[in-house]
């Protein structure tokens, strides 16, 4: 059984995204009404499980935020424009000197680009231009347009630079998140897979369990028929009935119980299959199978590696470290100065209006133009560049100390974490081990007893038809039977149970089952 996912390295994240049959409504058909195989349940609850839909969204929230980590690189155009009019009113001073009369207007327009590359530097690239045209203080007209061009970068070379990036970081940072995501929703998987094989185990069991409480009500009916028989005859005491018939009710009353029990396990896994109980609320799941196990020889070691290399949390928790060694990474870099190499590289251009007479008054005969002046920047007349750089020492530089000292202890209380869960993961497994071994060593013990109970109540029946026994003996055997009876049943479906949850902690559940979860490129 193969399901793919968003493929997704551990090493190299990439965006991912849950398929969408995960996000698609369930179709209501798909769970069966009548015989279902495990394999079935399997299939249909990676389709419609709730708690699995809802974390398939998890992946695609974190490669919002790793997009936006991303846009941090995005460059800024920027646009300006400046209309202004400047009027100098001509007037009389007291020396009877006359200050004539001017006027200005201009024009300037910006277009800009700026922003930062991986690297931390910092650019921006800038073209203006300016035009001015206006009438002197003499009423001779006049008119000029200038254009630039210019480019600046800013380099950090300690602080800010390699691990101190902060862009870096967060993309980084949003990157694991992802990767996290995508082992939520692998651990979410593995968890609904071992919840449905424990449902439908237990769903066998109670199926079984029904069966044992049918027989026992036929049995405790025909010994109550028999022995109505006999009194009815004469050879037998009606006192003999009430014990009976008080068989055949608590009979009954167990084949309820047993009946309730088996309805709250079509219900649980139906839960587990369906995101819309009322559309399936009618549907009668009979499981197929029998509860048939085999021994397992177990190597500790073996489910240790394994655990320790497929879990989910586990690899969870290494990424936790890689996330706490690269803050670690930033915060130490943060200790450095902020030395910064700065550069510069500048064009610049200009044209003039040119000015003629006629009847010896002045006029523009041909206006400054912005294709003129922008001339002198494509034959780069005019260049201007600069290099430089700025220092800058924050003393005693306390909070970039104390945020370094906070990333080591937190690195250092990740190691321990990781180590902890190491730790519990290697006893937890053990303790499955010893639980699953012991509960195929109760499955032989209790199909002996089973057997034993079996040759008694048949021991006791002859013996009773003999007249060497008592219907009290024989009711007692039977019911030691059919408690026997459901704990053979019991024990066998505790030591599948007992398998499913060291595959879950082993991390091997879907390998198993052959289901082969893969994160794809989207």
């Given at each position: 059984?193969?399901?793919?996912?968003?493929?997704?390295?551990?090493?190299?994240?990439?965006?991912?995204?849950?398929?969408?049959?995960?996000?698609?409504?369930?179709?209501?058909?798909?769970?069966?009404?009548?015989?279902?195989?495990?394999?079935?349940?399997?299939?249909?609850?990676?389709?419609?499980?709730?708690?699995?839909?809802?974390?398939?969204?998890?992946?695609?929230?974190?490669?919002?935020?790793?997009?936006?980590?991303?846009?941090?690189?995005?460059?800024?155009?920027?646009?300006?424009?400046?209309?202004?009019?400047?009027?100098?009113?001509?007037?009389?001073?007291?020396?009877?000197?006359?200050?004539?009369?001017?006027?200005?207007?201009?024009?300037?327009?910006?277009?800009?680009?700026?922003?930062?590359?991986?690297?931390?530097?910092?650019?921006?690239?800038?073209?203006?231009?300016?035009?001015?045209?206006?009438?002197?203080?003499?009423?001779?007209?006049?008119?000029?347009?200038?254009?630039?061009?210019?480019?600046?970068?800013?380099?950090?070379?300690?602080?800010?630079?390699?691990?101190?990036?902060?862009?870096?970081?967060?993309?980084?940072?949003?990157?694991?998140?992802?990767?996290?995501?995508?082992?939520?929703?692998?651990?979410?998987?593995?968890?609904?897979?071992?919840?449905?094989?424990?449902?439908?185990?237990?769903?066998?069991?109670?199926?079984?369990?029904?069966?044992?409480?049918?027989?026992?009500?036929?049995?405790?009916?025909?010994?109550?028929?028999?022995?109505?028989?006999?009194?009815?005859?004469?050879?037998?005491?009606?006192?003999?009935?009430?014990?009976?018939?008080?068989?055949?009710?608590?009979?009954?009353?167990?084949?309820?119980?047993?009946?309730?029990?088996?309805?709250?396990?079509?219900?649980?896994?139906?839960?587990?299959?369906?995101?819309?109980?009322?559309?399936?609320?009618?549907?009668?799941?009979?499981?197929?199978?029998?509860?048939?196990?085999?021994?397992?020889?177990?190597?500790?070691?073996?489910?240790?590696?394994?655990?320790?290399?497929?879990?989910?949390?586990?690899?969870?928790?290494?990424?936790?470290?890689?996330?706490?060694?690269?803050?670690?990474?930033?915060?130490?870099?943060?200790?450095?100065?902020?030395?910064?190499?700065?550069?510069?590289?500048?064009?610049?251009?200009?044209?003039?209006?040119?000015?003629a007479f006629k009847d010896k008054l002045p006029y523009i005969s041909r206006s400054a133009t912005f294709d003129n002046s922008f001339r002198d920047i494509r034959g780069g007349d005019y260049p201007n560049y600069s290099?430089?750089?700025?220092?800058?020492?924050?003393?005693?530089?306390?909070?970039?100390?104390?945020?370094?000292?906070?990333?080591?202890?937190?690195?250092?209380?990740?190691?321990?974490?990781?180590?902890?869960?190491?730790?519990?993961?290697?006893?937890?497994?053990?303790?499955?081990?010893?639980?699953?071994?012991?509960?195929?060593?109760?499955?032989?013990?209790?199909?002996?007893?089973?057997?034993?109970?079996?040759?008694?109540?048949?021991?006791?029946?002859?013996?009773?038809?003999?007249?060497?026994?008592?219907?009290?003996?024989?009711?007692?055997?039977?019911?030691?039977?059919?408690?026997?009876?459901?704990?053979?049943?019991?024990?066998?479906?505790?030591?599948?149970?007992?398998?499913?949850?060291?595959?879950?902690?082993?991390?091997?559940?879907?390998?198993?089952?052959?289901?082969?979860?893969?994160?794809?490129?989207?």
């Amino acid at each position: 059984m193969k399901h793919y996912f968003p493929r997704m390295s551990f090493k190299h994240t990439i965006f991912a995204i849950l398929l969408g049959f995960l996000l698609v409504k369930p179709i209501a058909e798909e769970i069966p009404s009548g015989p279902v195989t495990l394999e079935q349940c399997i299939k249909i609850a990676i389709e419609n499980n709730l708690n699995l839909r809802i974390t398939s969204y998890q992946p695609r929230l974190a490669t919002f935020g790793l997009d936006g980590a991303y846009s941090s690189y995005d460059p800024n155009f920027s646009v300006g424009a400046t209309d202004s009019h400047r009027v100098s009113k001509g007037r009389q001073n007291p020396l009877e000197f006359t200050i004539p009369t001017s006027e200005t207007d201009s024009f300037r327009h910006n277009y800009g680009l700026s922003g930062l590359i991986p690297t931390n530097t910092r650019y921006s690239i800038g073209l203006n231009g300016s035009e001015t045209t206006g009438t002197s203080a003499n009423s001779f007209p006049f008119g000029s347009y200038g254009a630039g061009f210019s480019l600046r970068l800013t380099q950090p070379l300690l602080r800010g630079a390699w691990n101190g990036n902060r862009v870096r970081m967060n993309i980084k940072l949003a990157k694991q998140q992802v990767e996290s995501a995508g082992l939520d929703v692998k651990d979410q998987i593995m968890q609904t897979v071992g919840s449905v094989e424990r449902a439908f185990y237990n769903l066998i069991a109670d199926s079984q369990n029904v069966t044992i409480a049918e027989d026992r009500l036929k049995s405790a009916e025909e010994d109550l028929r028999i022995m109505k028989i006999k009194t009815d005859v004469g050879t037998e005491a009606k006192t003999r009935l009430p014990q009976l018939e008080a068989e055949v009710y608590s009979s009954q009353a167990s084949l309820i119980s047993a009946r309730n029990s088996f309805t709250t396990q079509v219900n649980t896994l139906k839960s587990l299959l369906s995101a819309d109980f009322a559309s399936v609320a009618e549907n009668e799941l009979s499981p197929v199978g029998e509860l048939n196990p085999v021994q397992t020889v177990f190597n500790r070691t073996d489910s240790w590696d394994k655990a320790l290399n497929n879990r989910p949390d586990i690899i969870k928790s290494s990424i936790s470290l890689e996330r706490a060694d690269i803050q670690l990474k930033f915060d130490k870099n943060q200790l450095y100065p902020q030395l910064d190499l700065t550069g510069s590289y500048g064009l610049s251009g200009s044209d003039n209006a040119i000015t003629a007479f006629k009847d010896k008054l002045p006029y523009i005969s041909r206006s400054a133009t912005f294709d003129n002046s922008f001339r002198d920047i494509r034959g780069g007349d005019y260049p201007n560049y600069s290099i430089g750089l700025s220092l800058n020492i924050p003393i005693p530089n306390r909070s970039a100390r104390a945020s370094y000292k906070s990333s080591q202890a937190q690195k250092e209380i990740a190691l321990l974490q990781h180590k902890r869960l190491e730790q519990t993961i290697m006893i937890n497994i053990d303790s499955l081990i010893r639980q699953a071994e012991s509960s195929y060593e109760r499955i032989e013990a209790t199909r002996l007893a089973r057997v034993s109970g079996e040759l008694a109540v048949k021991n006791e029946r002859t013996l009773r038809d003999e007249g060497a026994s008592t219907d009290f003996v024989v009711l007692r055997a039977e019911r030691d039977l059919t408690s026997r009876r459901y704990s053979e049943i019991r024990a066998k479906a505790d030591y599948l149970i007992s398998l499913v949850a060291l595959a879950e902690a082993e991390g091997s559940i879907l390998e198993k089952h052959a289901i082969n979860v893969e994160f794809t490129e989207e």
